[in-house]
C-alpha cells in the first residue's frame, strides 16, 4: 500500500534522511521509531504530498505521490506534527470543512463527521471554538480531522503528544480499532504505545534505517540478551560478584538508584528464572525485580549515542 524507494532529503546542506526504502502493507500498523531530529516526521511529509524528496519516491495505493497528488490526498489521513490551526472554526464546522476539501460525497459528510466525533470523544467539544480548546483537546481534533474522510492510509506523527493518560488510553484503543481497516504509520517516542499496537517498527536513526522488524522478532534485532533490574536492600557488591559468575550472565553492575543491580543476561525466561533464585538465595532482601522492556533495549542500543546534527 505505501512503497518507499530509494527516498533522500537535503535541506539545504544537511541531509534529513537518506535513502530510506520499505514498504507497508494494506491493513498494517507501523510504529516510525527514532530518536529527535531523526527524520521521521520529513519521511511523513513526502510520504502525504507536503513536501517533495531532493531524490528517490514515494508510492500510495500504486500511486506516485508527486505524480498524481490527489489521487494519493485522497486516499489519505494526516495528522501533522504540528497541526494547522484554524481557531476561529467550530470543531463540528471545521470537520465539515475538511470532509468537503478532501471531496468527501456530501451525502456522506455528516455522518462521517459524527463517527470522527464520536472516535476521538470530541462531543462535549464539537460547538466550541477550536481556538478556546486545551492543547489535548486540540490534538484530537487534529486526529479526528485525519480520521474523517475515512482514508485507506492514516500517517499520525505523534498522535498521542499532549494528551493525558486517559486520553493516551483511548488513542491506544481507537488505534487497535483501526487496525486491519486502515493502513496506518505512527511515530511517537512511547515505546510501550508501540508495543501495544504496531504490528511491525521501523527505527530510523540519523536519516538511514537501522531496524525493520516485526514486534514478535524484535529479540533477534538484541540478539538474545536482555536487562534484568534488582532492587536489594543489602550486600550489593557481594550479589554483584556472585551473579556475574552465573552461566548466562554477560555482564552485572550497579544501577543508577541505591540498592539497585543490572544483570545483563542471554537467553530466555528460564534464565530469567535462574537469575530470581540465585538473588534470592544470595540473602541480599529482593525488593523488585523489573525486565527491560525488549523494544526499550533495542531502541536504545541502535540509537544510543546520536545527538542532531
Ligand atoms: N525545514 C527544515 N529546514 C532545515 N532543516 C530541517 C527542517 N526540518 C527538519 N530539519 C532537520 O532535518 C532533520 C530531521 O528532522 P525531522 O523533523 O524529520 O526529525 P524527527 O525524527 O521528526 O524528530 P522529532 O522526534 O524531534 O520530531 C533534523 O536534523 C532537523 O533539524
Ligand atoms: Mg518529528
Request: net charge neutral; proline share 4%.
Amino acid at each position: 500500500m505505501i512503497e518507499v524507494r530509494n527516498l533522500t532529503k537535503n535541506y539545504g546542506a544537511r541531509r534529513a534522511i537518506d535513502s530510506l526504502d520499505f514498504s507497508v502493507n494494506k491493513g498494517e500498523v507501523v510504529g516510525f521509531l527514532g530518536p529527535n531530529g531523526a527524520g521521521k516526521s520529513t519521511t511523513m511529509k513526502i510520504i502525504t504530498g507536503f513536501m517533495a524528496p531532493t531524490s528517490g519516491k514515494a508510492l500510495v495505493a500504486g500511486y506516485d505521490v508527486f505524480e498524481n497528488p490527489l489521487e494519493v490526498k485522497r486516499r489519505i489521513g494526516y495528522l501533522p506534527e504540528h497541526p494547522p490551526v484554524y481557531g476561529d472554526m467550530f470543531v463540528k464546522e471545521y470537520l465539515e470543512f475538511v470532509a468537503n476539501l478532501k471531496g468527501v460525497e456530501k451525502s456522506k459528510i455528516s455522518n462521517l463527521v459524527k463517527k470522527a466525533i464520536e472516535k476521538t470523544n470530541l462531543g462535549q467539544v464539537q460547538t466550541r471554538l477550536i481556538q478556546n480548546l486545551s492543547k489535548g483537546f486540540r490534538q484530537r481534533v487534529g486526529i479526528a480531522q485525519a480520521l474523517v474522510s475515512d482514508p485507506e492510509v492514516l500517517i499520525l506523527d505523534e498522535p498521542t503528544v499532549g494528551l493525558d493518560p486517559k486520553q493516551v488510553a483511548e488513542i491506544r484503543d481507537l488505534i487497535k480499532e483501526l487496525r486491519g481497516h486502515h493502513t496506518l504509520i505512527l511515530s511517537t517516542h512511547i515505546l510501550p504505545e508501540v508495543e501495544a499496537t504496531c504490528e511491525r517498527i521501523i527505527i530510523i536513526n540519523q536519516g538511514k534505517i537501522v531496524a525493520q522488524e516485526s514486534l514478535s522478532n524484535i529479540s533477534s534485532v538484541n540478539k538474545g540478551s536482555r536487562q534484568i533490574t534488582f532492587k536489594v536492600r543489602r550486600e550489593i557488591d557481594a550479589l554483584i560478584t556472585r551473579l556475574s559468575l552465573m552461566d548466562g550472565v554477560l555482564k552485572c553492575f550497579k544501577g543508577n538508584s541505591p540498592g539497585s543491580v543490572v544483570a545483563e543476561i542471554s537467553g530466555q525466561d528460564d534464565m530469567v528464572e535462574l537469575l530470581a533464585k540465585e538473588v534470592i538465595m544470595s540473602g541480599a532482601g529482593l525488593l523488585e525485580m523489573q525486565s527491560m522492556a525488549q523494544l526499550e533495549d533495542v531502541f536504545i542500543k541502535l540509537t544510543y549515542g546520536s545527538v542532531e546534527q
